[in-house]
């Protein structure tokens, strides 16, 4: 089901700054066992990139947008991908925007992704050549232009490879092509820090909560590729996969093991889970 701007819909105008210039935001959330996962923290996001990119977006509007998703949902018999897209508006031709454009709300469902079993125990990642812009005034929103990572996933074609990691233009490690990255070192989680690049992914942030419910220690700091030679246990995690243990790294011929940390982690955020 599509609904854009409350009205069963699969076409927008093609003047949509969205499809000119990739002027908006996106959210993908997980509707499992009859609810939708995270809903509150996937619309602070949002909001946040609104914020960001000054797109309008007024309260009526939100109000409209939570309806739109749950008539959205109430068609849905079984898990689901629900997709919430926030484009600027239709406009003309050129980058400047008029202030007062009525932003294009738009929601769809889709089938949730079947991913082989055994990702729960571990995958095969590789090091994307593809690199991350700097670029703090876009880091951490989920914006729509979203090319970096379409020219890093299709760097390959191995079916056996789930996930390649990217770096950025100083060779820092930031994030999975879709999801975002986790590494233990001594008992201690380490996450890339996200002011200059990257996205502040929803999953990480539970991860980031429950590490401190259970008093693990975390650093969210400036990762390398040399860190993740040396790291005990490597993670990547998004709001559709939760949390899948790395085991072997291609390009740098490096075997992990499925640590006792990666899966307590598993275990507290299946906990949640279930608890909600």
Not at 197 to 221: C, E, F, V
Not at 224 to 233: F, N, P
Not at 260 to 267: A, D, E, G, W
């Amino acid at each position: 089901m599509i609904l854009i701007n409350g009205q069963p819909e699969n076409r927008i105008d093609v003047a949509d700054r969205g499809l000119q210039y990739g002027d908006g935001l996106f959210e993908t959330i997980a509707y499992r066992h009859g609810r939708l996962e995270f809903l509150s923290d996937h619309l602070s996001r949002l909001m946040e990139g609104c914020d960001r990119l000054n797109i309008a977006f007024s309260a009526t509007q939100q109000q409209s947008l939570l309806s739109e998703i749950d008539s959205v949902c109430q068609q849905l018999n079984s898990d689901a991908v629900i997709k919430v897209m926030l484009t600027r508006g239709a406009g003309g031709r050129g980058y400047r925007y008029q202030a007062d454009m009525l932003p294009t709300r738009i929601i769809s469902s889709h089938a949730m992704p079947v991913y082989p079993v055994a990702n729960i125990s571990g995958i095969t990642v590789r090091i994307c050549q593809q690199r991350l812009a700097i670029n703090p005034s876009l880091a951490g929103i989920k914006h729509l232009n979203r090319l970096e990572q379409i020219l890093a996933r299709n760097e390959w074609q191995d079916e056996t490879i789930a996930e390649g990691l990217m770096l950025d233009y100083q060779e820092r490690l930031i994030e999975g092509t879709m999801s975002n990255l986790f590494l233990v070192q001594n008992n201690k989680l380490f996450t890339a820090e996200l002011s200059s690049s990257g996205i502040a992914g929803i999953m990480r942030k539970q991860l980031i909560r429950i590490a401190d419910s259970l008093d693990i220690p975390l650093s969210i700091t400036s990762l390398t590729v040399d860190d993740l030679k040396s790291a005990e246990e490597v993670f990547v995690c998004n709001s559709l996969i939760g949390i899948w243990p790395v085991i072997r790294i291609t390009d740098l011929d490096v075997d992990l093991s499925y640590g006792p940390l990666t899966l307590k982690l598993q275990n507290a955020l299946n906990s949640i889970n279930t608890d909600e």
